[in-house]
């Protein structure tokens, strides 16, 4: 099975960094993916790690270190329309490519 | 925009009925997945079709099934419906097995 977590709610000031944690057991690792999900809407995918390191794609960098079974999300110059829940998902190994989904961080910008 | 297309968008019907659900995938893609998300349990795998065939099942109950047709859309199926089926089902879709999913609007289903 998987088990993967992350906090359940974060709050940070606009314009600020913030990191997004994700710790996850697998029986054994194909990828990780990261997501955002506005209330009530699709999850829109923001990035993906399979080898250690930082991935970076504008404000928003990923990191993964497989041996620590860890990810985190960071948001640099947070805006408020970054408030939403971020979602970790995890790949495992085996016949089925399915990634299992966190419960997500909600994570509340304000002024 | 995703390119990925569900019908309805809001449903609302009563406990015992039938109802099917909608999803068009993204242009070029071949593998269609089936996701519910209620509050208090995160987004849940259903069910995978990849090109017309069933690829991996989740946690799929018995009263609901799935098909894909060979224009590929996919239709989720959901019958004697209860109270804790009042969920969003997501509908997602992706290249291949192994390439980010890109999910649909939702379709937000309400049992009264």
């Known amino acids: 099975g998987q088990n993967i977590d992350q906090p359940t709610e974060m709050t940070a000031t606009e314009g600020a960094i913030v990191q997004i944690n994700c710790t996850y057991q697998?029986?054994?690792?194909?990828?990780l993916f990261w997501y955002q999900q506005h209330a009530g809407e699709a999850p829109t995918f923001l990035s993906y790690n399979v080898l250690d390191g930082l991935e970076e794609k504008g404000r928003f960098s990923s990191f993964l270190s497989r041996s620590k079974g860890y990810s985190y999300l960071l948001l640099k110059e947070l805006q408020m329309k970054d408030s939403a829940s971020y979602l970790c998902a995890v790949r495992g190994e085996g016949g089925s490519y399915i990634p299992t989904f966190g419960r997500g961080t909600s994570l509340i910008v304000h002024p | 925009d995703s390119g990925v297309t569900q019908t309805p968008k809001h449903l609302i019907t009563a406990t015992g009925q039938r109802v099917t659900l909608r999803c068009s995938p993204r242009s070029g893609d071949l593998s269609v997945y089936w996701y519910q998300q209620s509050l208090d349990q995160g987004l849940q795998f259903l069910i995978q079709?990849?090109?017309?065939?069933?690829?991996a099942k989740g946690n799929i109950l018995e009263r609901f099934s799935a098909q894909q047709f060979p224009d590929l859309h996919s239709e989720l199926n959901l019958s004697s419906l209860e109270l804790g089926d009042s969920a969003l089902y997501f509908c997602?879709?992706?290249?291949?097995?192994?390439?980010?999913?890109?999910f649909g609007d939702g379709t937000r289903l309400s049992i009264l």
């Open positions: 697998t029986s054994g690792f194909n990828g």
């Open positions: 079709y990849y090109n017309g065939e069933e690829r």
């Open positions: 997602a879709s992706s290249v291949e097995d192994k390439q980010p999913q890109h």
